[in-house]
């Protein structure tokens, strides 16, 4: 590889990184504590709650609840876990039936407390965990800039690792290999631990740091 294409994979990759590295230092810390999103959620409820993927709920009180607010008749319910933590999420659909209201043909989703049903939107259940969560993908931007955003970042960071790889295939991998000079690779011998001569050229195995030296 000649000189010009080497600075041009150099600069590319030392440019690309000092772009993407804040974005990037935002993203590793955000998905740090996504790892404990559902324990930040607990802790900030002040809520103790079961390792569990089951649904701890009394579906027959919860769904008499539901139907005297909701009127549930001809109508799709989706009760759904998906974190370890006290809520759930309840999803309703519009109702079938062709004499409902106009109140009950709009659909309803909302958490629901399993321990005092209590209900809440998406809104008032946002916290902390949930703001960490999301700030790993940049969803506080509005969307879908904040996808494409965490996507063209993850994708400029592909970019700057293969480029970087390419500059210390050529520089390190190159030089690491390269034959040494004579003087270089007598001090280098002198340290070695076997060596072999002919008449026509030496080489020198060096046990300590694996390296073979062939010279005239």
Known sequence: MDNRKYNILFHTHTVSGIVISVVLYVIFFAGSFSFFRDEIVNWERNE????TNDIQLDFNKTLDS???QYNLYG??????????EQRISVSIGASKDTLATDAEKATKF???DTKNYAQSTYVESYSLGEF???LHFLTQIPYPVGYYLSGFIALFFLFAIITGGFGALEKDCVQFFRVQTFKKAKNIMDRCSYCFRNDRFTISVCLCCNWCLFYD
């Open 75 to 84: 109508r799709d319910i989706e009760i759904k876990k998906g974190r370890i």
């Open 110 to 112: 909302f958490h629901l």
């Open 66 to 68: 539901l139907n005297a």
């Open 132 to 134: 960490l969560y999301r």
């Open 48 to 51: 103790s709650v079961e390792v």
